[in-house]
């Protein structure tokens, strides 16, 4: 552990984890929700104004979740393509037509 930027990292999760364990991830992570719980409801609001309607508490509510959603799964998305990318350098990604072995198998059009 040469490099300090490791030892503060290491203690940054060891800080982390302590905290969660000693005031639990609801208390811990609650103001992040309101946040984004916040922001999502907003977004929903001003479509549905842009749209002409009028939303229901209830309606607000499913439609500001599925914002959330969408929005977890978009970063879901993009960290799976960093990852991608990180691991497959340029001069070793396969292009189209070009045969793949998978498992050891026969060779598949990729």
Not at 16 to 24: E, I, S, T, Y
């Amino acid at each position: 552990m040469s490099d300090p930027r490791t030892g503060r990292a290491l203690w940054g999760r060891i800080g982390g984890l302590r905290a969660h364990g000693l005031h639990g991830s609801p208390f811990m992570l609650a103001a992040a929700r309101r946040g984004y719980r916040s922001r999502f409801e907003r977004e929903a609001r001003e479509a549905a104004a842009r749209a002409g309607e009028n939303l229901t508490a209830t309606e607000l509510e499913i439609r500001a979740e599925r914002l959330l959603r969408s929005w977890m799964l978009e970063l879901a998305a993009r960290s799976a393509a960093a990852r991608k990318k990180k691991a497959d350098p340029v001069g070793e990604r396969t292009g189209a037509g070009q045969e793949v072995r998978r498992g050891g198998g026969e060779p598949r059009s990729g």
